[in-house]
């Protein structure tokens, strides 16, 4: 990864998972499930610590870390790479009126990489930053929660489900987080 998604052990990060020419497949709930689905096993399985999230269109933010003993890289890498063949699957198992659009711009972007071979879903890295100040994680934090707000999606962050915001506002939120006070 280059210097910009540069990842040690034991950082919390600001990160932000984006699709390949921003194409919007996270407009169906097939494909918002794949997604809260695999975080939800990275927590479980992989030594996931999600302290926040939120899933747009098109991208996802996360503030994440990994436990003691396990790489945050490496969890990374391997939830991109199950969520890439399980959306590819899904796109060319269930009915998806934009399936010919979306696996060509899938299948375009994968011919651009040496290291993909037939589809490649995100964009390489994770644009990760690391959370060095309580101020720069407060920032981050509201701007997460605030994203479905911004797109006129909600009136309050607490209302869309697939966000921490509900976590934060003392309700049950789709995936547990570790919440910072």
Known sequence: MGLKNNIVPGGLYFLTMTVVDWVDIFTRPVYKHI?????????????????????????LHLIAAAQEGKNLSD??????????????????????????WILHRFE???????????????QDGNEAKEIFSNNFLDQKLEY???????AEWVSEPEHYRYSSAANYAGKLG????MLIS
């Open 174 to 177: 789709l995936l547990p987080v």
């Open 35 to 59: 997604i809260v689905d695999a975080l939800k096993f990275c927590q479980e399985k992989k030594g996931l610590e999600l302290y926040a999230w939120v899933l747009m269109s098109n991208h």
């Open 75 to 100: 969890i990374l890498r391997d939830y991109k790479q199950f969520t890439s063949r399980k959306i590819i699957a899904t796109i060319q198992e269930k009915p998806e009126s934009r399936r010919q």
């Open 144 to 150: 997460i929660h605030q994203n479905p707000v911004r």
């Open 108 to 122: 375009f972007n994968a011919h651009l990489s040496k290291k993909v071979r037939h589809y490649k879903v995100w």
